[in-house]
């Protein structure tokens, strides 16, 4: 995302639910943001 971020309505459409809001569930790890649920990421992220 560094090199080459999203615009903004594209990091919008994958964040945000239908009704507008952030998807569930959202956490916050430092700098970076899980947004939605997958274990994967989640095991690696939370141990």
Known sequence: MKKDPPKP??????????????????AKLGKTWLVGFNEEAYASSFG
């Open 9 to 26: 309505a594209d990091l919008a459409a994958v964040v945000l639910g239908p009704t507008g809001n952030l998807r569930a569930p959202t």
